[in-house]
């Protein structure tokens, strides 16, 4: 089919409805024509984040789920978690777009310079509802990539890359020295550790398998923690006496890891004090939470004094603070570390039609390290 004859594509929807169930369904959309400064990007890859997971099936108990359909029509059903009814009611009979970031092949461009710069390129998209086989997105949402990047290879330009970028960042800008960061095997967690290797900046691991340890410290990790050990706060606590860690970026939100950290940053920052006053160390302590692979509510034990800090930490809002220079800095070193800092590697790749399927949906839900969902929806 020529560019000029696209007329429609499919596109991924999440559904809470009213009797219960969480739905994945696809729709048929027109492809509109860009404007000035837009262009058409056929999407060729797109990963399975857990910041889309959020929006895609998190809601869902997927041990309840069934497939209906073939193709198009294709239809995944479950019954909602139980006890997250009212945190979903907003979504109630609103179908939502999925995906936050992706890439493929510009096939149509708007009339401007830096529009028909892209067309027949292959570019990154950062957007918000990627799931799908074409969109239409302003030029300034695609990064520019080095010749002979494929649309694989540039599938997670974004999310992952830019967050732990923006983790060193807000380090820095906050007068901190080095970081503690949870769910530490996680795709992100190893760009983030490769990253502050290569930038000579400390960084203690938190885990809670012997096997992602042992996968971390294979890949040049000085300061792993396991929470699965008997010594784990003891570890921690050596390990920020050591590195000056008084900033912790938390994906799992729920649970009391958040509380455990901020506990052994005090431990650790009253060490030698013989005598400590009434409100603890004077030393600030940070946590940010940044995910939720927890659903439960985040528990605090306050056993860390009085100075301390505990906020959301996301994307969007970091790259508004450090302004478009620095982003545009940030995004530059992606596409140069592409292949190496920043590459991301997948375990599956599957079709729109294929991420219904109720065993495939059951597996990358799983959010399991080592098993990252790449959907094409080309393919």
């Given at each position: 089919?020529?560019?000029?004859?696209?007329?429609?594509?499919?596109?991924?929807?999440?559904?809470?409805?009213?009797?219960?169930?969480?739905?994945?369904?696809?729709?048929?959309?027109?492809?509109?024509?860009?404007?000035?400064?837009?262009?058409?990007?056929?999407?060729?890859?797109?990963?399975?984040?857990?910041?889309?997971?959020?929006?895609?099936?998190?809601?869902?108990?997927?041990?309840?789920?069934?497939?209906?359909?073939?193709?198009?029509?294709?239809?995944?059903?479950?019954?909602?978690?139980?006890?997250?009814?009212?945190?979903?009611?907003?979504?109630?009979?609103?179908?939502?777009?999925?995906?936050?970031?992706?890439?493929?092949?510009?096939?149509?461009?708007?009339?401007?310079?830096a529009a028909q710069a892209l067309l027949g390129k292959t570019v990154a998209v950062l957007d918000g509802a990627l799931y799908c086989q074409y969109r239409?997105?302003?030029?300034?949402?695609?990064?520019?990539?080095?010749?002979?990047?494929?649309?694989?290879?540039?599938?997670?330009?974004?999310?992952?890359?830019?967050?732990?970028?923006?983790?060193?960042?807000?380090?820095?800008?906050?007068?901190?020295?080095?970081?503690?960061?949870?769910a530490a095997a996680s795709n992100l967690g190893q760009m983030l550790n490769r990253i502050c290797l290569n930038d000579g900046i400390d960084l203690i691991?938190?885990?809670?398998?012997?096997?992602?340890?042992?996968?971390?410290?294979?890949?040049?990790?000085?300061?792993?923690?396991?929470?699965?050990?008997?010594?784990?706060?003891?570890?921690?606590?050596?390990?920020?006496?050591?590195?000056?860690?008084?900033?912790?970026?938390?994906?799992?939100?729920?649970?009391?890891?958040?509380?455990?950290?901020?506990?052994?940053?005090?431990?650790?920052?009253?060490?030698?004090?013989?005598?400590?006053?009434?409100?603890?160390?004077?030393?600030?302590?940070?946590?940010?939470?940044?995910?939720?692979?927890?659903?439960?509510?985040?528990?605090?034990?306050?056993?860390?004094?009085?100075?301390?800090?505990?906020?959301?930490?996301?994307?969007?809002?970091?790259?508004?603070?450090?302004?478009?220079?620095?982003?545009?800095?940030?995004?530059?070193?992606?596409?140069?570390?592409?292949?190496?800092?920043?590459a991301s590697h997948y375990s599956d790749e599957i079709s729109l039609t294929e991420a219904l399927d109720k065993d495939i949906v059951a597996a990358y839900?799983?959010?399991?390290?080592?098993?990252?969902?790449?959907?094409?929806?080309?393919?």
């Amino acid at each position: 089919m020529s560019n000029d004859t696209i007329t429609s594509g499919l596109q991924l929807r999440s559904l809470v409805t009213e009797d219960g169930h969480l739905k994945l369904f696809l729709k048929s959309a027109p492809v509109p024509e860009p404007g000035e400064d837009e262009v058409v990007v056929r999407i060729e890859a797109t990963p399975i984040n857990p910041s889309d997971q959020m929006t895609l099936i998190i809601p869902a108990d997927v041990t309840t789920g069934e497939t209906t359909g073939t193709g198009a029509d294709t239809t995944y059903t479950a019954k909602l978690r139980k006890g997250i009814e009212s945190r979903v009611k907003p979504r109630v009979g609103k179908p939502l777009a999925a995906g936050n970031e992706g890439a493929g092949t510009v096939v149509k461009a708007g009339s401007s310079d830096a529009a028909q710069a892209l067309l027949g390129k292959t570019v990154a998209v950062l957007d918000g509802a990627l799931y799908c086989q074409y969109r239409k997105v302003n030029v300034m949402q695609c990064m520019t990539l080095n010749e002979g990047t494929t649309a694989r290879e540039a599938a997670s330009c974004f999310v992952n890359p830019l967050t732990a970028l923006g983790f060193v960042e807000t380090m820095r800008m906050e007068g901190h020295k080095a970081i503690i960061h949870t769910a530490a095997a996680s795709n992100l967690g190893q760009m983030l550790n490769r990253i502050c290797l290569n930038d000579g900046i400390d960084l203690i691991n938190i885990v809670r398998k012997k096997e992602q340890a042992e996968l971390l410290k294979a890949q040049g990790a000085k300061y792993v923690c396991n929470s699965s050990d008997d010594t784990f706060m003891a570890d921690l606590t050596a390990a920020i006496e050591e590195t000056g860690a008084y900033i912790a970026f938390d994906a799992t939100g729920g649970g009391n890891l958040g509380s455990h950290i901020l506990g052994c940053m005090e431990k650790a920052a009253l060490k030698g004090d013989q005598h400590p006053g009434p409100y603890g160390s004077t030393t600030f302590k940070q946590l940010y939470i940044y995910g939720g692979l927890d659903m439960s509510p985040t528990v605090l034990n306050r056993n860390f004094g009085f100075s301390w800090g505990i906020n959301a930490w996301l994307l969007t809002p970091f790259t508004q603070k450090v302004g478009l220079e620095k982003t545009m800095e940030l995004r530059q070193r992606v596409a140069n570390e592409l292949h190496t800092t920043f590459a991301s590697h997948y375990s599956d790749e599957i079709s729109l039609t294929e991420a219904l399927d109720k065993d495939i949906v059951a597996a990358y839900s799983q959010q399991a390290t080592g098993r990252k969902f790449l959907i094409n929806p080309s393919k």
